[in-house]
Each structure stands twice: as structure tokens, then as C-alpha cells.
């Protein structure tokens, strides 16, 4: 009972300031995110470390940097349909070739894969976040920015009761021995019914485009969660930290947001609703 009060209060306070940095728009989420991108980068290095894997952890962190501050609207666009953000992960990749070059250690090639993958995870897909709040209006991405936060959430909320009760057949066993069929399919409902009944309020989009996107939105969120189970079962990790109390650490909390974000984003870009 103290471990799961401990895990309510850490969620109520993190979703608080997640409200509170969302309704402030960039001026507050972009150093949120900078901070949020730093500790989850540290985390990432640090279960790496306790497997004598190693990345340019300098370089890491400043290229991860530079991807949160050119995921700020409105910037210039480099060349036509063009983003900056491509422009710091092209440049990262050529620095990371030759800077192995010049300074060579062990095993160069494995340094560079998983300083790349360290940007990619991390960092450019939280800069989806500063994406969607404004898509495609400051005032209409807060609407579309609320509906991953709280599909997520539902499905959360709906795997694990339908897991508890219903769990008979192991969804991913050799990733996340606690996670079923049942939950999955207990998670996707719930999502649609949160969906549904947001859209119905905000007044946006059909039945079929709530059940679509509930099902795209649950399908990648529980994707993220079993992405870096994924991670951390190949490097031996319970946790990603302890900067959680009760949960773990930052990037334990985030993986889920990590994938269904940039998902509500592409898709609204795409034009699928």
C-alpha cells in the first residue's frame, strides 16, 4: 500500500506539471523538455555503462539538446520541406563517423550505433512534443496535444485491471512476461472510450476516426512500453533509474508518450482525419 501510494502522488504531481508546462506553451516546455530529454539521455548512458557499452556522452548530450531547441514552430525552414532537426541528426551522424576516425577506440562501430539510437529515441522523438502542441493552431494543439496524455493513460489503466482479472496468454513473454492478450485488448477499449468521449465534447472528428486513432494511439503506446522492456532486458536493467519514486525512472514513465506523441502528430500531418 506505501509503494502504491507512492506511485499515485508521483503521477499526480508529474502529470501537474505536465498540464501546468502544456497550457504555458513553449516558453515552459521547452526547458522542461530540454531537462526531461537530459535525464532520460543520462539514464539511457548509465544502463549502457553497467554493460561496458559506450557512447560520446558529451556529444550526446549536446546534439540531444540541439534536437529539443530546432523542434521549436515556427523556425525557418532550411530549405523547402526541409526541418532543422534533420540538419543536427545528418551533422551528428557525419561528426560520430569523424570523430571515430580521428580518435579511435574499442569498438568504434558499436559507439556510434548507439549514440545515434540514443538521439532518435530520446530526444527527436520528444521533440514531437513541441510539434503537435502547436498543431496545426497554438489553441487546437492543446486538444490534440491532451488526447495522447489521456489515451495513454486509459490504456494504462485498462491493461492492467483487464490483465489482472482477464490475463490468460502472455503477449510478448520473452520481453514483458506481465503483459497479456487481455490486457492489450482491455487497453485499446478504454483508450477508444476516453477518444470518443473527448472528441464528442471538443466536437472533432467522427465514431470511426475516434475508433481509428484509439487503436493507432493504444497500438503504439503499449509499443513503447514493450520497446524499452525491450532495452532494458538487453542491458540487464530492472529500471531505466530511480528519479521516480515508486516508478522507477524518467524514461520508464516516458516510453509510452515517446511513441503514441509522434504518432497523433504524423498522422494529423498526413491528413488521415
Known sequence: METLSVRVLTSVVSF??????????????????????FQCLREYVRMLDRRDLDVRHISVYL???ALILTSLPGLPAPWQGGSWREVILGFALFY???IEVIRPGERPLERIVYSLFGLLYIPWLLGYFLLLRYTPTAEDGLIYFALPLLATFATDIGGFFAGNFFGRRKLA?????????????????AS????????RVAGIWSL???LLYAALVASASQLG??????????LGA?????????????????????????????FLQLGVF
Do not use: C, Q
Not at 501537474?16 to 530529454?37: C, E, I, K, R, T
Not at 513473454?173 to 477499449?189: D, N, R
Not at 477508444?192 to 472528441?199: E, G, N, P
Open 16 to 37: 501537474g506539471l505536465v498540464v501546468l508546462a502544456v497550457l504555458f506553451g513553449w516558453p515552459a516546455m521547452l526547458p522542461a523538455l530540454l531537462l526531461v530529454s
Open 63 to 65: 546534439f540531444g539538446s
Open 96 to 98: 560520430f563517423l569523424v
Open 173 to 189: 513473454p520473452e520481453v514483458s512476461p506481465g503483459k497479456t492478450v487481455e490486457g492489450a485488448v482491455g487497453g485499446l477499449v
Open 192 to 199: 477508444f472510450l476516453l477518444v470518443l468521449l473527448v472528441t
Open 208 to 210: 470511426f476516426d475516434a
Open 225 to 234: 512500453d514493450l520497446s524499452e522492456s525491450l532495452l532494458k532486458r538487453s
Open 238 to 266: 530492472k529500471d531505466s533509474g530511480n528519479s521516480m519514486p515508486g516508478h522507477g525512472g524518467l524514461l520508464d514513465r516516458m516510453d509510452s508518450l515517446l511513441f503514441a506523441v509522434p504518432i497523433t502528430y504524423l
